[in-house]
């Protein structure tokens, strides 16, 4: 079994929080990495946190090895109530969407086209991909499938 360390650099655009360190040693999570990712992938409009799937860490890390720099992190979980009022607000998100079981992010990375991230995401095994014109992607570790968004 491999004890390589898995390390993520993250910054969160809306509350200039950030995470960069190791958070597992192979398999082996560390509880406080984990717990400091949960909390900087909160629903940020209401505080709410809930445990980030593992996988969906494991999915950014090599997504990031891939790119070499720090991830700008726009939505990781989305509690219900938040969902519901971007739905509302006429924002384009899934009813049913993978942030609301915190199995998905939505991201930037400065200078790299979103197209090209679709395709480190692709080769790096992401689930759902969705490419969006207004500048960002959104991963998740649900069934694979693509998209495009506004």
């Not at 200039?16 to 999570?29: K, L, N, Q, T």
């Not at 629903?43 to 799937?53: L, S, V």
């Not at 009022?85 to 998905?104: P, Q, T």
């Not at 992010?105 to 689930?127: H, K, N, P, W, Y």
Request: aromatic fraction near 8%; charged fraction near 20%; charge should be neutral.
């Amino acid at each position: 079994m491999s004890l390589k360390p898995k390390h993520l650099s993250l910054v969160v655009a809306q509350t200039g929080e950030s995470f960069s360190d190791v958070f597992a040693d192979g398999e082996r999570y560390h509880d406080d990495g984990l717990a400091r990712l949960n909390r900087l992938l909160r629903d940020f409009r209401t505080g709410e946190i809930k445990p980030i799937d593992p996988a969906l860490f494991d999915l950014l890390a090599r997504v990031q090895s891939q790119i070499g720099q720090p991830l700008r992190v726009l939505s990781g979980y989305r509690s219900w109530q938040t969902n519901h009022m971007l739905h509302l607000a006429g924002f384009d998100v899934a009813e049913n969407s993978l942030h609301i079981a915190a199995k998905a992010v939505d991201f930037t990375v400065a200078g790299v086209a979103v197209s090209a991230l679709g395709e480190i995401a692709r080769q790096c095994g992401a689930g759902g991909i969705g490419l969006y014109r207004s500048g960002f992607i959104h991963i998740d570790t649900g069934p694979v499938r693509n998209w495009t968004g506004d």
